[in-house]
């Protein structure tokens, strides 16, 4: 006893030592990390103190007030889950029921694949856990493979899957003359590209150009994803948003299922639903058989585990409750009906105004881009002068997020890119 | 007319599969098949028309089904069992007596503010609500700790205890390339996993002494000593899981000088502050007696169990650092490893935890429920005691029930002990001997008793 005070005596004297020493930090190495660079364009706007600021960075949509917007129909499912005594862990794979709406969303609400059980889905952390789990899960299944991502995409993409240590390439899919798709590069990345590789795909409103291809580019690419035995993943983060239809917004995906492709899906509620905040969403993996789908789908599990457990429940048990109710379902697609309209009329707004001003250029593909983003085309430096002379906040890409856009501001903003443009 | 175009177009060399190709039977595809050559690799089309016919091959051809979880597996197989005296002793997952899941009254009272407020549902920023951050790092150092006041601690929200982990897993594996992380002996299921996923190395230290049914306090410290200079070791701030043996202060702060001299990194896990003791604060202790010290510790938060919040998936990783310079650099690669898992934590949980900490009144009730729920467990415990030691009669040493703290009692049972309690009692446990107290009413201790008598004595 006596030998262990004196002991831990010495040791004390030498904490200071030590102490001392532990100031200099373990973490000396640890470099500040760059600033995302879409999230930081909102904190930047944030600490702007002009009246006149503008942000039409984060793609989070604003009514025409520029106010965030909870739909109706959520505050109502709010409202009836509210005495919910169910706290209790979800199952690893999230809500049963959650999933089993999100699937009929996207593979058609009879689809005979859901009848037959042969997707293996689980509920994700929206769009980026929903992408980064099929990440892992592809790192660990087809350690050997590759993913396509096309360029540009959405930044995050490719934090993904590097940090999921996927090796990954680039498919051709802007095309800046045009500022519309690249096709014909990107069926010639598509036969180039190894037999087997895995492409990733954006289901519908592109993010961050808003090119889409048309039904008719859409066979063709799946018949040559097809021809080379390539792994389609979609990416669909704006189900609805696009057209105003969710079936319409599917139909890209649907074009895939019926030519047979066996493909993965990336569903998040973050936009047309607006549960941004909520981190609402689904990853599924189409399957050979029943079978296969359960073996999947504990693989899945498997990696969720280690990551976070099991799924956050609050925003799964808004969704199906909209989802399984047929009005409230109606609701809802009416108001996401009312989100993509808006955005749509204010694209009409912007082009409308840029060429009442007598721009010099074509805005024409601001019409003709679709869904909550604009790739107006403006460089890096014009971007920088809307932001340090206008206070319109937007990433240095050139994307516009139309939901920022309001009729309180368009003329505003066609104002200022007029002005940096001319 | 556009197809055939299509068909024509991809008429060269390169692989096309043509009909006959497909229906020359199953073509296993996938990726696990190294060996096998890919059929698609054929030089010759057929004509210059190729179609494409629906095939079912698959890329994940050969996938495995994944064992069952050890620990949330149990409930499951629970929840198949028909017979009237089953007893799920498997999740830590607090039940009240009448073993209903219990919601908290300052939730239920949160709850309903934050549905009249109405609040919006916006991404929250990638490190989380600003409000619950400042009051997680304050309920684990204390408000007043000079740490905080010289902002010196990353905080960031994460998933719950898992999410949080593995964020400071992944800081491990990219700032100290090789490092180990050293756990406990036996430790919660998950851990090994997290690291593994993380691919952080990890050894054990000993922990567990199966022969008191207590703490192996010098085979932890020699393993501790043994392990290379600079690695972390994970410490159960409290409420050990799975075996419910804390080490006394006075172990602690021998514990903290070891890890002192090897330079060693503490890392504690802190998923039960107030299950332990019934108190917020001496729960905290530990983890304060190393940050006094002037220690850098990492040190992951959890509100599931004491809040009650599970499904809501709600904690926090800090980063204790020696200067707030550090700590800023700290916190900004942790968003770094977030923004690709899942951009930005949810909202729900935290602004639940923020309101309740936040404000006074219901931070009081708070801790009112807090004991009342480890005082429910320490009744439990108590009873269970009494039965086994009145009803054995073998005269063993029943009394580490009573020493045992927090959620879990660690039984001593072996796996084929267990599997009697299940197979022949329908007491559902993990195998490693773990019962979860939680989930123990009064009303069946002597049921347990009778059945932990049985597994012990007459079965091996």
Same mark, same amino acid.
């Given at each position: 006893m006596a030998i262990r005070r004196a002991m831990s005596g010495r040791i004390m004297d030498r904490t200071a030592v030590v102490g001392a020493r532990y100031m200099s930090s373990w973490w000396r190495s640890v470099q500040p990390a760059p600033k995302d660079p879409i999230l930081g364009v909102t904190e930047a706007f944030l600490a702007d103190q002009s009246a006149d600021k503008v942000n039409v960075g984060v793609g989070a949509y604003r009514d025409d007030n520029g106010k965030p917007v909870v739909l109706e129909c959520v505050r109502e499912a709010e409202r009836r889950i509210a005495g919910n005594l169910n706290m209790e862990y979800l199952p690893m794979g999230g809500s049963v029921k959650m999933v089993e709406e999100t699937l009929k969303l996207a593979y058609g609400e009879n689809s005979e694949l859901i009848k037959e059980k042969r997707i293996a889905a689980v509920q994700a952390l929206s769009g980026t856990g929903a992408c980064r789990l099929f990440a892992d899960f592809q790192k660990r299944f087809c350690p050997d493979s590759q993913i396509y991502i096309p360029v540009p995409t959405w930044a995050n993409h490719h934090n993904i899957w590097r940090d999921a240590q996927v090796p990954q390439k680039t498919y051709h899919y802007y095309h800046p003359e045009s500022k519309g798709l690249d096709f014909a590069a990107m069926i010639d990345d598509i036969k180039n590209a190894p037999n087997g590789s895995f492409f990733l795909l954006h289901a519908c409103a592109h993010n961050p150009t808003g090119v889409d291809p048309s039904e008719e580019q859409w066979r063709e690419i799946s018949h040559h994803i097809k021809a080379k035995g390539h792994f389609a993943f979609f990416d669909m983060a704006y189900q609805g948003f696009a057209s105003g239809d969710p079936e319409k917004d599917a139909k890209a995906i649907r074009i895939f299922l019926e030519d047979g492709h066996h493909i993965g899906i990336a569903q998040s509620y973050a936009k047309n639903m607006g549960l941004y905040g909520q981190r609402v969403g689904c990853l599924s993996v189409l399957c050979e058989d029943e079978k296969q789908a359960v073996a999947v789908k504990s693989q899945l599990q498997q990696l969720a585990r280690p990551m976070y457990s099991n799924p956050p429940v609050h925003g799964a048990l808004i969704v199906s409750t909209i989802l399984s109710d047929p009005d409230l379902k109606k609701q809802w697609l009416k108001e996401v009906k009312v989100m993509a309209d808006r955005i749509i009329g204010m694209r009409t707004a912007l082009r409308g105004n840029l060429e009442k001003l007598g721009s010099p250029l074509s805005w024409q593909h601001i019409t003709n881009q679709i869904g909550m983003f604009c790739y107006s085309g403006l460089t890096p430096e014009q971007v920088d002068r809307l932001t340090n002379e206008f206070h319109i906040y937007m990433t240095r890409n050139g994307r516009i997020s139309m939901a920022g856009v309001t009729t309180g501001n368009v003329e505003y903003l066609a104002n200022a890119i007029h002005e940096v443009t001319k | 007319m556009a197809s055939t175009l299509l068909s024509l177009a991809s008429a060269t060399p390169s692989a096309s599969l043509s009909f006959h190709e497909i229906n020359k039977g199953k073509l296993n595809l996938g990726c696990? %098949?190294?060996?096998?050559?890919?059929?698609?690799? !054929?030089?010759?089309?057929?004509? &210059?028309?190729?179609?494409?016919?629906?095939?079912?091959?698959?890329?994940?051809?050969?996938?495995?089904?994944?064992?069952?979880?050890?620990?949330?597996?149990?409930?499951?197989?629970?929840?198949?069992?028909?017979?009237?005296?089953?007893?799920?002793?498997?999740?830590?997952?607090?039940?009240?007596?009448?073993?209903?899941?219990?919601?908290?009254?300052?939730?239920?009272?949160?709850?309903?503010?934050?549905?009249?407020?109405?609040?919006?549902?916006? =991404?929250?920023?990638?490190?989380?609500?600003?409000?619950?951050?400042?009051?997680?790092?304050?309920?684990?150092?204390?408000?007043?700790?000079?740490?905080?006041?010289?902002? &010196?601690?990353?905080?960031?929200?994460?998933?719950?205890?898992?999410?949080?982990?593995?964020?400071?897993?992944?800081?491990?594996? &990219?700032?100290?390339?090789?490092?180990?992380?050293?756990?406990?002996?036996?430790?919660?299921?998950?851990?090994?996993?997290?690291?593994?996923?993380?691919?952080?190395?990890?050894?054990? @230290?000993? =922990?567990?002494?199966? !022969?008191?049914?207590?703490?192996?306090?010098?085979? #932890?410290?020699?393993?501790?000593?043994?392990?290379?200079?600079? /690695?972390?070791?994970?410490?159960?701030?409290?409420?050990? %899981?799975?075996?419910?043996?804390?080490?006394?202060?006075?172990?602690?702060?021998?514990?903290?000088?070891?890890?002192?001299?090897? %330079?060693?990194?503490?890392?504690?896990?802190?998923? @039960?502050?107030?299950?332990?003791?019934?108190?917020?604060?001496?729960?905290?202790?530990?983890?304060?007696?190393?940050?006094?010290?002037?220690?850098?510790?990492?040190?992951?938060?959890?509100?599931?169990?004491?809040?009650?919040?599970?499904?809501?998936?709600?904690?926090?990783?800090?980063?204790?650092?020696? /200067?707030?310079?550090?700590?800023?650099?700290?916190? *900004?690669?942790? !968003?770094?490893?977030?923004?690709?898992?899942?951009?930005?934590?949810?909202?729900?949980?935290? &602004?639940?935890?923020?309101?309740?900490?936040?404000? *006074?009144?219901?931070?009081?009730?708070?801790?009112?429920?807090?004991?009342?729920?480890?005082?429910?467990?320490? %009744?439990?415990?108590?009873?269970?005691?009494?039965?086994?030691?009145?009803?054995?009669?073998?005269?063993?040493?029943?009394?580490?029930?009573?020493?045992?703290?927090? #959620?879990?009692?660690?039984?001593?049972?072996?796996?084929?002990?267990?599997?009697?309690?299940?197979? !022949?009692?329908?007491? @559902?446990?993990?195998?490693?001997?773990?019962? /979860?107290?939680?989930?123990? *009413?009064?009303?069946?201790?002597? @049921?347990?008793?009778?059945?932990?008598?049985?597994?012990?004595?007459?079965?091996?």
């Open positions: - | 696990i %098949n190294k060996e096998k050559p890919n059929p698609f690799i !054929k030089a010759k089309s057929f004509g &210059r028309v190729s179609m494409v016919v629906a095939s079912n091959v698959s890329h994940f051809e050969g996938i495995t089904m994944a064992p069952p979880d050890p620990i949330l597996g149990v409930s499951e197989a629970f929840k198949a069992d028909d017979h009237e005296l089953k007893l799920n002793l498997g999740v830590g997952a607090y039940r009240t007596e009448e073993l209903q899941p219990y919601v908290l009254d300052v939730v239920k009272k949160v709850n309903k503010l934050l549905l009249e407020k109405g609040e919006n549902l916006e =991404y929250l920023p990638i490190e989380g609500l600003a409000a619950f951050n400042k009051v997680t790092a304050e309920l684990l150092f204390g408000a007043d700790n000079p740490v905080i006041k010289q902002q &010196r601690v990353a905080t960031v929200q994460g998933l719950s205890g898992t999410g949080s982990l593995r964020l400071a897993a992944a800081l491990i594996e &990219r700032y100290f390339p090789g490092a180990k992380v050293l756990i406990s002996s036996p430790t919660w299921g998950n851990h090994k996993n997290i690291f593994n996923d993380a691919r952080v190395p990890w050894s054990e @230290y000993r =922990y567990y002494d199966p !022969k008191t049914v207590g703490l192996d306090f010098e085979g #932890m410290i020699a393993d501790i000593k043994a392990a290379p200079e600079g /690695s972390f070791i994970l410490l159960h701030g409290c409420a050990h %899981n799975p075996t419910g043996i804390d080490p006394t202060p006075e172990q602690w702060g021998v514990i903290a000088d070891v890890i002192q001299e090897k %330079n060693h990194i503490p890392f504690f896990d802190i998923a @039960y502050q107030g299950f332990a003791s019934g108190s917020l604060d001496t729960d905290a202790a530990s983890v304060r007696m190393f940050v006094a010290r002037g220690m850098e510790v990492i040190a992951a938060q959890s509100y599931s169990k004491n809040l009650g919040l599970y499904a809501e998936r709600i904690g926090a990783i800090n980063v204790v650092c020696s /200067s707030p310079e550090a700590a800023a650099r700290v916190k *900004s690669q942790l !968003k770094r490893i977030a923004r690709p898992m899942y951009s930005n934590p949810p909202v729900h949980g935290a &602004r639940i935890v923020a309101n309740i900490v936040g404000d *006074s009144a219901l931070f009081k009730e708070w801790n009112a429920e807090m004991e009342m729920m480890a005082g429910r467990i320490k %009744n439990v415990r108590h009873k269970l005691f009494d039965s086994l030691s009145s009803k054995d009669k073998s005269g063993k040493d029943w009394s580490f029930v009573l020493k045992q703290i927090g #959620m879990f009692s660690f039984t001593g049972l072996n796996k084929a002990q267990c599997d009697n309690m299940t197979n !022949k009692w329908h007491v @559902y446990m993990t195998k490693d001997g773990r019962i /979860s107290l939680a989930g123990l *009413s009064l009303a069946k201790c002597e @049921y347990l008793a009778d059945a932990i008598i049985d597994s012990y004595h007459n079965v091996s």
